[in-house]
């Protein structure tokens, strides 16, 4: 039972911008654990998106960004493009689990 | 480039214990945490535990009374046991290493483990 929501799918037509939502509370998101997002592409291994709110891994396209914003996280993906059709995940810890990792249900990203 | 192999009998027995091995190349074992974590046919990540190599662990409250980390510093890998396994036990299961960021920035290819 993940602890952290978001929306099943998500779509967008090529070149438009789509975001993310991750809902927690103050027991993960609220209480300041950093937030990282993972992208899974389809029969792939996850691979890190964005890593603590807002910051991208070398190699990571500049048209993914993060956001926090009380106890919710939000990942955007601008400019659209056909290889960002995957699943994405959200991820924190939480301290009413002894700090565990949590991660979210997953959004799967539909490029129309 | 660190890189992570995971290996396990892909196949066990309802209420055995499964076993699986995440071999490290590219660097040390005892540089970083490291995790495991499983995902279930078409369903979401679930994060099993992390651990350091000189002992330290943490381990999801849900799998905790079941699972076991350690590692094997001569060999540079870590591994994963989890005991009296069901049917939930099915999955995908990934190793990572949880890097200065405390973010999980390197995966394994996964092994599927069939209950």
Known sequence: ?112 | QVQLQESGPGLVQPSETLSLTCAVSGGSISSSYWSWIRQPPGKGLEWIGHFYYSGSVNYNPSLKSRVTMSADSSKNQFSLKVSSLTAADTAVYYCARRGTTRALDIWGQGTMVTV
Do not use: H
């Open chain 1, 1 to 112: 039972q993940s602890v952290l929501t978001q929306p099943p799918s998500v779509s967008g037509a090529p070149g438009q911008r789509v975001t993310i939502s991750c809902t927690g509370d103050n027991s993960n998101i609220g209480a300041y654990y950093d937030v990282n997002w993972y992208q899974q592409l389809p029969g792939k291994a996850p691979k890190l998106l964005i890593y603590a709110y807002s910051d991208r891994p070398s190699g990571v396209p500049d048209r993914f960004s993060g956001s926090k914003s009380g106890t919710s996280a939000s990942l955007a993906i601008n400019g659209l493009q056909a290889e960002d059709e995957a699943d994405y995940y959200c991820q924190s810890s939480d301290n009413s689990l002894s700090s565990s990792y949590v991660f979210g249900t997953g959004t799967k990203v539909t490029v129309l």
